[in-house]
């Protein structure tokens, strides 16, 4: 019963997430309304908080978030169970758009999509819940530690603010590893004590963030 429960759980999302995309490639009218605008939320669109991390800017950008929470969503679902599990990934969509508003309040023109920000929230939660995680993939030779392929991620989401890359909300990444990170620590403190080293290593990243931020250098 427990593994057909984490099936659905992530099946569930990755087809929402699947279906919103694809009718946001076929209908513009339908990207533009759901997309993350700044001007627009402030004029109390809210929904698009929400409905922005269910859109993709193409095919590869949605194979590339669904691709990542495919191997990280069960590790989650496992140790926290499927309703836990929902709190996490809604609370790093929203946290992931809430640090985008925050950075972008001035830009009323912004706008971006993806489920990055949900997506990297769970990544954190996996790593910090199962820091002995390994990825395998057929392009390269030997595993690799979860906990790298979190902290180069975030790495390439820096990279992808300071260059602009794409109609992708970069800043939502970190907004939702943030959101990940403190909603896992919150449901399980004694992660503090059973996994402190990778406490640490996981906050890394999130506070190079905000020290070229702080002293502008994503600009």
């Known amino acids: 019963m427990d593994n057909l429960g984490i ?14 995309s694809f009718k946001g490639f076929d209908d513009r009218g339908f990207f533009e309304k759901y ?14 908080m929400i409905s922005s991390g269910f859109l993709h800017a193409d095919i590869t950008h949605l194979l590339f978030n669904m691709f ?24 790093s969509l929203i946290f992931g758009n809430l640090l985008s508003l925050y ?8 706008s971006a999509i993806g489920a990055s ?7 954190y939660a996996a790593i910090l819940l199962r820091p002995d995680m390994s990825l395998y993939m057929y392009f390269i ?19 992808g603010m300071k260059n602009r890359i794409g109609n992708i909300g970069h800043d939502a990444h970190f907004g939702g590893a943030i959101g990940g990170y403190v909603v896992t620590l919150i449901m399980v403190p004694s992660l503090f004590t059973t996994n402190l080293g990778y406490v640490g290593l996981l ?9 070229l931020y702080k002293t502008g250098k994503l600009k």
Not at 7 to 20: L, Y
Not at 117 to 123: F, H, I, K, R
Request: aromatic share 18%; proline share 4%; glycine share 10%.
């Open 117 to 123: 920000g949900a997506v990297t929230g769970v990544l």
């Open 203 to 211: 906050a890394i990243p999130i506070v190079i963030l905000f020290v």
């Open 68 to 91: 990542t929470l495919y191997f990280f969503a069960d590790a989650v679902v496992k140790q926290l169970g499927a309703f836990n599990f929902i709190v996490i990934y809604f609370a």
């Open 35 to 48: 997309k993350f605008n700044v001007g627009s939320i402030k004029r109390g669109e809210q929904i698009r």
């Open 103 to 110: 950075f972008h309040k001035d830009e009323y023109w912004y």
């Open 141 to 159: 030779p030997i595993p690799i530690p979860g906990y790298v392929f979190g902290i180069g991620y975030l790495l390439y989401s820096i990279y």
């Open 7 to 20: 099936s659905i759980v992530t099946i569930v999302i990755i087809v929402a997430n699947g279906i919103m």
